[in-house]
């Protein structure tokens, strides 16, 4: 199993981009997906998550501004971000728990794709 994650880039503040990051492989079903980052000299923090009801969950500190989604038939998962901040700034991850044979859950992480927010 892959995740390709795209949509990142260079934007001032105030602006919005929007990511996306597919799924492939063999794939019975997918649990949870979410989107992590991790700035330069920072732990990795995740930033929202979404389950298989679609279920929502975000961080505080991008509640109102980031939406997370997915599209279950194309095992792909976006995250909008509007009112971009240059904190904001970070190398955005993918993460998806998928379900292998068996039932088996294994998690997965995308490359990872940089949003760089300028003042």
Known sequence: VQLQASGGGLVQ???SLRL???ASGTIFSIND????????GK???SVA????????DYADSVKGRFTISR?????TVYLQ???????????YYCNA??????????????????VTVSS
């Open 20 to 22: 996306s990051c597919a």
């Open 71 to 75: 599209d279950n038939a194309k095992n």
């Open 49 to 56: 998550t979404i389950t298989s009801g679609r279920s929502t």
């Open 13 to 15: 503040a105030g602006g």
């Open 33 to 40: 997906m979410g989107w992590f980052r991790q700035a330069p």
């Open 97 to 114: 728990e998928v379900v292998g044979p068996f039932g088996l859950t294994y998690d997965y992480w995308g490359q990872g794709t940089q």
């Open 81 to 91: 971000m509007n009112s971009l901040k240059p904190e904001d700034t970070a190398v």
């Open 43 to 45: 732990q990795r923090e």
